[in-house]
């Protein structure tokens, strides 16, 4: 089973430029989420999609981010302008609720670096 | 608010046992979930709680006290390649939203 996708792997912008992130999440997962991760810290929640329906976005900085999953697949962040605090990982997750339990698969995440 | 707190970094020595403490207090509970992230990488899931008790799976044990609003992890007989950051994750509604500890450095040395 392939697993989470995303691209590109790692991105150098300067502030106030614009940039986008790309996943694909497993194949018949409903939901997907998006995580910043600043250096030594955890994932803290971006948004959540349920197909292509928002289920949550209430720490999505919506000034200056936005994110959309088009057919209930593939999902795109972009952050518009960005600002040197931008600098983080972004990891795009996928789950899928099996019996009681439901498992986040991570992708390899994006690297952003603001300058 | 939400506060899921676990230690910064803890060391322990190639074939020893090692314990991450997790406490949380969050609006909402459904289930606890432990995620190793190495350097670098994104997180993959080691173990999922959401009665209280202990599960284990091979090397590695999850422990879960609603009561208490605590977990831990045991990792037992430490290999190198255990050297990672140990996350602990809340689920913190039914519809899924999760939320993350700040994770645990483990260094193992030789």
């Known amino acids: 089973e392939a697993g989470v996708a995303q691209s590109p792997r790692y991105k150098i912008i300067e502030k106030r430029q614009s940039v986008a992130f790309w996943c694909n999440p497993i194949s018949g997962h409903a939901t997907l989420y998006w995580y910043q991760q600043i250096l030594g810290q955890g994932p803290k929640l971006l948004i959540q999609?349920?197909?292509?329906?928002?289920?949550?976005d209430s720490q999505l900085p919506k000034d200056r981010f936005s994110a959309e999953r088009l057919k209930g697949v593939d999902s795109t962040l972009k952050i518009q302008p960005a600002k040197l605090e931008d600098s983080a990982v972004y990891l795009c997750?996928?789950?899928?609720?099996?019996?009681?339990?439901?498992?986040?698969?991570f992708g390899p995440g994006t690297r952003l670096l603001v300058l | 608010g939400q506060n899921i707190d676990q230690p910064t970094e803890m060391t322990a020595t190639e074939g020893a046992i090692v314990q991450i403490n997790c406490t949380y207090q969050t609006s909402g509970f459904n289930g606890l979930f432990w995620y190793q992230q190495h350097a670098g990488e994104a997180p993959t899931f080691l173990s999922y709680n959401v009665l209280d008790g202990l599960e284990e799976k091979g090397r590695f044990s999850s422990f879960l006290s609603r009561s208490k609003g605590y977990s831990y992890l045991l990792l037992k007989e430490l290999q190198m390649k255990d050297s990672a950051s140990y996350l602990c994750a809340v689920r913190v509604s039914s519809w899924g939203k999760f939320q993350f500890g700040a994770g645990t450095q483990v260094v193992v040395t030789p």
């Open positions: 997750a996928s789950s899928k609720l099996t019996g009681s339990v439901e498992t986040q698969y």
């Open positions: 999609f349920q197909n292509n329906g928002v289920v949550d």
